[in-house]
């Protein structure tokens, strides 16, 4: 999800020329998986499978399962706070209750599984060390990467040089 957002961020996606050199087959399968309609309902499918595949698999990286963790814990919280632990009848709700263990106990089967993957220090330190921009700063390195293209982005393109650039 932080992909596609990152990826449809307005400084990003105006990028025209650059976009028109890239292969957009695996971000289109991704923003289709990631679709929120329907309650995610793309994802949920590709998530059941993966947990299905997961049960079969034979080496450590079939197991692999990476859930969207803020939906999940999304899931969580309604199902607890939408749910009555009580029936009307005042009898426990189980199936509130079953739904929640089998929720966390996913949870916890996925994150037991061992990573095969081997940890790359130089991709490591360049996430722990790159620099975070603000919004601002993303439109002026996106005007830099590709010219303003009308009257507004060239107005916006000075303001943003003249803010930053009397900052350092």
Request: with cysteine; net charge positive.
């Amino acid at each position: 999800m932080a992909i596609i957002s990152g990826m449809n961020m307005s400084p990003v996606s105006r990028l025209r020329k650059t976009w028109n050199k890239v292969k957009t087959a695996k971000f289109d399968i991704l923003e289709h998986q990631m679709d929120p309609s329907s309650n995610f309902y793309n994802y949920r499918t590709a998530l059941r499978g993966a947990m299905q595949r997961s049960l079969t698999a034979n080496s450590s990286r079939e197991k692999i399962v990476v859930p969207f963790f803020s939906l999940l814990i999304k899931d969580i919280y309604f199902l607890n706070e939408g749910c009555s632990s009580r029936l009307p009848n005042g009898h426990v709700n189980f199936e509130k209750f079953w739904e929640l263990a089998k929720q966390v106990s996913d949870f916890m089967t996925w994150k037991q599984v061992e990573c095969p993957f081997e940890k790359d220090r130089k991709i490591l330190q360049y996430l722990l060390t790159a620099p975070v921009f603000t919004e601002d700063a993303l439109y002026l390195a996106s005007y830099e990467s590709e010219g303003p293209e009308n009257n507004t982005e060239k107005d916006r393109c000075k303001s943003l040089r003249s803010t930053l650039l009397s900052r350092v």
